[in-house]
């Protein structure tokens, strides 16, 4: 009460004080108002926020979806199962290319056509791209040449088989394989396990013997990385998929795995250590020319694969690999046929430790054939696939 005897009423909320009873309830109510008009207003704005949010991340997990999508199509073209066809189709393709280009005339494009799809009816290499006497060509090269070197290996002769129109930028392992079996064929030890393969079979044919292989059960698991089929497509093989064909024909063979450097610098010394002990076993004397019974190699690295002939240790005791790329030409390799080569057609060769820096290699070697029974063990094997490492 005031001094006057008025009668005096305080809001709960703000403290303001009024005579009359209606006007505090109409000021209460007020209060009520915008308090309850806040509120909703936050939920309201919760919501929308909860609304945008959810709306931003499913536009994320889409692009995300979208990059994973054009990714896993990259590496199905890299490697070769994008469905866009094999050797045949790209050989036309690049002939007509070629043609178009004003490189190849019509006859000669008509000409290769017909060649190509006979030799893909009988499933032979077509030897366009093959050079033959090269091993015994660095045998008279050694003899008399190259004072740098101590002592060289080489091994049983082979025949060199570059890429060609219809493989060029995925057929190196195919290549490899070529190489790896003209020497085997020249190797009468290997007569019985290769007396349905005589003359070397084309890119191809090499597709589908690496599908018979799985069918018998050779790697399934890496059967299932190409969906148990290779003919018709460009994918890319490596060192397990020469191991299960090589088995296969019943050729003895192993991968080695060389999973990490093992010098300086990122090298791989006991790559090319175990290298030499693969060609000198059984092959010592004091001879600085040893042309031995083993068979070249087949070495894989990311992306690429060549096959290893031989292994030169130089005056310095340094170790200098010699190897067959599939992307090195016929004209070069022609070059080292040449008896008045001196020395510089050798490089492309020549591999030594410091030129040998990806992070991880791994060979296949050969040693002798397989009985049916060690086949049908080694089958067996390869379904929990484990290759020798190097430590």
């Not at 292994?311 to 690999?321: A, D, P, S």
Request: glycine share 6%; with cysteine.
């Amino acid at each position: 009460n005031t001094e006057n005897g008025e009668q005096l009423y305080e809001c709960p909320m703000c403290s303001l004080t009024c005579t009359d009873v209606q006007i505090l309830q109409e000021h209460v109510d007020l209060h009520l108002e915008e308090h309850s008009f806040s509120e909703g207003g936050n939920l309201r704005d919760l919501e929308l926020a909860q609304r945008l949010q959810t709306e931003e991340d499913k536009q994320q997990r889409s692009e995300e979806e979208r990059r994973e999508r054009e990714e896993f199509k990259k590496l199905q073209r890299q490697y070769g199962l994008d469905n866009s066809g094999g050797y045949k189709q790209q050989l036309l393709k690049n002939m007509e290319r070629e043609v178009d280009r004003g490189r190849m005339q019509p006859f000669e494009y008509h000409k290769r056509k017909a060649d190509m799809m006979e030799s893909l009816a009988f499933g032979i290499d077509d030897g366009k791209t093959k050079t033959s006497g090269v091993i015994e060509a660095l045998c008279k090269y050694y003899q008399s040449e190259n004072k740098d070197v101590r002592r060289v290996w080489l091994s049983t002769a082979v025949d060199h088989f570059h890429s060609s129109l219809g493989d060029k930028g995925w057929g190196c392992g195919y290549r490899n394989f070529q190489m790896l079996l003209s020497s085997l064929l020249q190797n009468s030890s290997y007569d019985d396990c290769l007396r349905d393969t005589v003359l070397i079979p084309s890119i191809p044919k090499i597709q589908s013997m690496i599908e018979d292989a799985w069918k018998e059960g050779f790697d399934p698991h890496g059967a299932s990385h190409f969906n148990n089929r290779l003919h018709g497509t460009k994918a890319w093989i490596g060192a397990c998929e020469i191991y299960s064909l090589l088995t296969n024909l019943r050729i003895k063979c192993r991968i080695v795995d060389f999973h990490k450097p093992t010098g300086p610098m990122g090298t791989h010394p006991r790559l090319l250590e175990w290298i030499l002990c693969y060609y000198s076993t059984d092959n010592e004397g004091s001879a600085k020319v040893v042309h031995t019974s083993r068979p070249p190699i087949y070495l894989q690295h990311q992306g690429h694969s060549r096959t290893v002939v031989g292994i030169e240790e130089r005056k310095n005791r340094t170790l200098c690999l010699l190897v067959f790329d599939p992307g090195c030409p016929s004209q070069e390799m022609q070059k080292l046929l040449k008896q008045s080569s001196d020395g510089t057609s050798l490089k492309p060769l020549q591999k030594p430790v410091g030129s040998l820096k990806e992070k991880q290699y791994q060979i296949v070697a050969v040693d002798g054939v397989l009985t049916l029974e060690e086949k049908a063990a080694r089958c067996h094997a390869s379904r929990v696939f484990t290759s020798e490492k190097i430590p």
